[in-house]
């Protein structure tokens, strides 16, 4: 079993930046592929990105390439999503979700996402 919980979630304007946290219980954290996934109202969810268990493999979102950095360290089970020029059309929450046995590609399967965090809203304002 693993919770995850995210954090630092906020209001930002246009072009600024933001670092969302996943704390994450459990002693085997770096057996989960970590994602990221977010929902703007009466949107579906959709996948931004995620990072393999061992941090050396990583996939994105087209959205999101080269705004958004995913990192974990496995020493304090927690993951982040560094979020830099954003736009308005990044409002939305953030959830960070874990799946063992799973590429960083696969993690944009939701049905099979094995653990959800309970989501950290992020508002950018134009």
């Known amino acids: 079993q693993v919770q995850l919980v995210e954090s630092g979630g906020g209001l930002v304007q246009a072009g600024g930046s933001l670092r969302l946290s996943c704390a994450a219980s459990?002693?085997?954290?770096?057996?989960?592929?970590m994602g990221w996934f977010r929902q703007a109202p009466g949107q579906v969810r959709e996948f931004v990105g995620a990072?393999?268990?061992?941090?050396?493999?990583?996939f994105y979102a087209d959205s999101v390439k080269d705004r958004f950095t995913i990192s974990r360290d496995n020493s304090k089970n927690t993951g982040y999503l560094q979020m830099n020029s954003l736009k308005p059309e990044d409002t939305a929450v953030y959830y960070c979700?874990?799946?063992?046995?799973?590429?960083?590609?696969?993690?944009?399967?939701?049905?099979?996402?094995?653990?959800w965090g309970q989501g950290t809203q992020v508002t950018v304002s134009s």
């Open positions: 979700a874990a799946s063992k046995f799973r590429s960083p590609q696969n993690m944009r399967i939701i049905a099979d996402v094995q653990y």
């Open positions: 990072i393999s268990g061992s941090g050396g493999s990583t």
């Open positions: 459990g002693r085997t954290f770096s057996m989960y592929t």
